[in-house]
């Protein structure tokens, strides 16, 4: 039998209201948290909620809300050196994964030596415990409270680092669907489609094993059965619940599992032009879906069996086939942007395509996708992704 490992956090709350419990976790792990959220939280009463859960805890506390967009390594310097003038000795992230991903980093350089760069593709490895890490989303998508992955752009080298060690995996998660109510629309689609591509690439992954895809194909069933509700209705708490049971379960599966070519190609659209992660995954997931599907048919003719409960005798390729086409439908409705509706310049993409084919192929995850492709390839499909519209997709099918 082959041996393999899984890495979850030791302890996670999941449900409406689980987060009520942040203050007795806080309480086992410390007196004085360093709390990672941004103006946004702060703005919508989620920060002083935390502070009073903390305060009726006996746990004192100080705020980071320097995070305002893709987690930088400028954040993290600016909250480590709060973090150590306050001693404080356990971090909480309270928000999306900007600020999940940012604590993680503070976390792991509280205890061990050098700067978040240094732990890029395993140059430098964490081998002194972190400081205890708490993580509270507030959006249902990147599912990074149960992942030990944390992606920060390099600033000097426009260079978005996703470093994955055991050290970077909270602690705790508490993860509460009432806390994503006030996620906007266009958030709510972009973080939606970036759950659902974790849950896709993850089952497709070379690294995928049998544990991984039980979690990616209850994430993908929860995931597309809710997510246009959450959207088009997003009091409904119901749905909301089931989308961020769905995105932590997609995080689980691809922690263990690893993402693929679209994550691989969406870091450095994030790095060069500022677009946020989950826009540029869901921008780019049904340009890759249709590059790799000849070398994952069963896999996606499985997915559409599961959400499609009408097909019974179509072909794994026409499955396959039929759900490319559905997620674009998705995508449209969710009015995911395209990469040129964005604004991206035409001319300043052409001068920096080739180092953003460089850039994804170094971090190692297209390497895991079903189909693996050349520099020249992602190149290509950047391209694709340039000149993509949903009318000559359309105008594509219909001939």
């Given at each position: 039998?082959v041996?393999?490992?899984?890495?979850?956090?030791?302890?996670i709350?999941?449900?409406?209201?689980?987060f009520?419990?942040?203050?007795e976790?806080?309480?086992?792990?410390?007196?004085?948290?360093?709390?990672?959220?941004?103006?946004?939280?702060?703005?919508l009463?989620n920060?002083?909620?935390?502070?009073d859960?903390?305060?009726?805890?006996?746990v004192s506390y100080?705020?980071?809300?320097?995070?305002?967009t893709e987690p930088?390594?400028?954040?993290?310097d600016?909250?480590?050196q709060?973090?150590?003038?306050?001693?404080?000795?356990?971090?909480i992230a309270?928000?999306?994964?900007?600020c999940?991903?940012?604590?993680?980093?503070?976390?792991v350089?509280a205890?061990?030596?050098?700067?978040?760069h240094?732990?890029?593709?395993q140059?430098?490895?964490a081998t002194?415990?972190?400081?205890?890490?708490?993580?509270?989303?507030t959006?249902?998508?990147?599912?990074?409270?149960?992942?030990?992955?944390?992606?920060i752009?390099?600033?000097?080298?426009?260079?978005?680092?996703?470093?994955?060690q055991?050290?970077?995996m909270?602690?705790v998660?508490?993860?509460?669907?009432v806390?994503?109510?006030?996620?906007p629309k266009?958030?709510?689609?972009?973080?939606?489609?970036?759950a659902?591509t974790?849950a896709?690439?993850?089952?497709?992954?070379?690294k995928?094993?049998?544990?991984?895809?039980?979690?990616s194909?209850?994430?993908?069933?929860?995931?597309?059965?809710?997510?246009?509700?959450?959207?088009?209705n997003g009091?409904?708490?119901?749905?909301?619940?089931?989308?961020?049971?769905?995105?932590?379960?997609?995080?689980?599966a691809?922690?263990?599992?690893?993402?693929?070519?679209?994550h691989g190609?969406?870091?450095?659209?994030?790095?060069?032009f500022?677009?946020?992660?989950g826009?540029?995954?869901?921008m780019?997931l049904?340009?890759?879906?249709?590059?790799?599907?000849?070398?994952?048919?069963?896999?996606?003719?499985?997915i559409?069996?599961?959400?499609?409960?009408?097909?019974?005798?179509e072909?794994?390729?026409?499955?396959?086939?039929w759900?490319?086409e559905e997620i674009e439908h998705?995508?449209?409705?969710?009015?995911?942007?395209?990469?040129?509706g964005?604004?991206?310049?035409?001319?300043?993409?052409?001068?920096?395509?080739?180092?953003?084919?460089?850039?994804?192929?170094?971090?190692?995850?297209?390497?895991?996708?079903?189909?693996?492709?050349?520099?020249?390839e992602?190149?290509e499909?950047?391209d694709?992704?340039?000149?993509?519209?949903?009318?000559k997709?359309?105008?594509?099918?219909?001939?």
């Amino acid at each position: 039998m082959v041996k393999r490992i899984v890495h979850l956090p030791q302890i996670i709350h999941y449900g409406k209201d689980s987060f009520l419990g942040v203050g007795e976790e806080a309480n086992k792990l410390g007196s004085k948290a360093l709390i990672v959220s941004d103006r946004i939280m702060e703005q919508l009463g989620n920060v002083q909620q935390l502070h009073d859960h903390l305060h009726s805890a006996d746990v004192s506390y100080v705020d980071y809300l320097g995070v305002e967009t893709e987690p930088k390594d400028t954040y993290v310097d600016e909250a480590l050196q709060l973090l150590r003038a306050e001693q404080c000795d356990h971090v909480i992230a309270l928000g999306g994964g900007s600020c999940i991903d940012t604590a993680k980093a503070v976390a792991v350089l509280a205890t061990n030596t050098g700067r978040i760069h240094d732990y890029m593709n395993q140059k430098k490895l964490a081998t002194v415990k972190p400081l205890p890490l708490i993580t509270v989303p507030t959006t249902g998508g990147t599912g990074s409270e149960a992942t030990d992955v944390t992606v920060i752009t390099d600033t000097k080298e426009d260079i978005k680092m996703m470093i994955k060690q055991q050290a970077f995996m909270p602690l705790v998660a508490i993860v509460d669907p009432v806390l994503t109510v006030s996620t906007p629309k266009s958030v709510t689609a972009a973080t939606g489609v970036d759950a659902l591509t974790h849950a896709i690439e993850s089952l497709i992954s070379r690294k995928a094993q049998p544990f991984t895809r039980t979690l990616s194909l209850q994430a993908i069933e929860l995931l597309y059965a809710n997510i246009r509700e959450a959207y088009h209705n997003g009091d409904n708490l119901e749905a909301r619940d089931q989308m961020i049971y769905g995105s932590m379960l997609a995080g689980m599966a691809f922690s263990n599992a690893s993402t693929c070519l679209v994550h691989g190609m969406s870091r450095p659209l994030g790095a060069v032009f500022h677009v946020p992660h989950g826009v540029s995954n869901a921008m780019l997931l049904p340009i890759i879906l249709e590059y790799t599907k000849v070398d994952c048919q069963e896999d996606l003719a499985t997915i559409a069996r599961m959400i499609n409960k009408d097909v019974k005798d179509e072909s794994d390729e026409e499955l396959s086939n039929w759900l490319v086409e559905e997620i674009e439908h998705l995508c449209e409705e969710l009015e995911i942007p395209t990469l040129s509706g964005w604004g991206i310049d035409r001319e300043a993409f052409e001068l920096v395509k080739e180092k953003m084919a460089e850039d994804a192929l170094i971090s190692g995850s297209p390497a895991t996708n079903p189909k693996v492709p050349t520099k020249e390839e992602i190149v290509e499909l950047y391209d694709q992704l340039m000149n993509y519209s949903y009318t000559k997709r359309s105008e594509t099918h219909a001939n």
